[in-house]
């Protein structure tokens, strides 16, 4: 079983917004990603981006704490799984240093 986690904000709000291109994401769900030049915002563009600001980004937020202490122990795994291998790795080099120094 793969795990697949993820905390980009829009998606977090609205998980149909996975794989939508960022305009795509702006015309189904509001601003998410607002284009700020040369294009100028509307009046209803203004009120949804307010909207965002109030309502979505702070729930987008919580949940993307909520699936960061939910990906924790995964990442402290990785994380020791990376250093092991680095001193492995390590290990390994003074190794060979050792047979080419018994070598000459």
Same mark, same amino acid.
């Given at each position: 079983?793969?795990? #697949?986690?993820?905390?980009?904000?829009? !998606?977090?709000? /609205?998980? %149909?917004?996975?794989?939508?291109?960022? +305009?795509? @994401?702006?015309?189904? +769900?509001?601003?998410? =990603?607002?284009?700020?030049?040369?294009? &100028?915002? &509307?009046? !209803? %563009?203004?009120?949804? *981006?307010?909207?965002?600001?109030?309502?979505?980004?702070? @729930?987008?937020?919580?949940? #993307?704490?909520? #699936? $960061?202490?939910? $990906?924790?122990? =995964?990442?402290?795994?990785?994380?020791?799984?990376?250093? %092991?291998?680095?001193?492995? /790795?390590?290990?390994? %080099? $003074?190794? @060979? *240093?050792?047979?080419? #120094?018994?070598?000459?």
């Amino acid at each position: 079983m793969i795990l #697949r986690f993820g905390t980009e904000l829009s !998606i977090l709000w /609205n998980d %149909e917004n996975q794989g939508r291109s960022l +305009d795509a @994401v702006g015309i189904h +769900d509001g601003p998410w =990603y607002p284009k700020c030049w040369p294009h &100028s915002t &509307s009046n !209803i %563009e203004q009120e949804e *981006i307010q909207h965002l600001i109030t309502t979505k980004l702070p @729930v987008a937020e919580s949940r #993307r704490k909520d #699936r $960061m202490d939910e $990906m924790k122990p =995964y990442l402290q795994q990785i994380g020791k799984l990376q250093r %092991e291998q680095l001193l492995m /790795n390590a290990r390994n %080099e $003074m190794n @060979v *240093i050792k047979d080419k #120094r018994n070598e000459l």
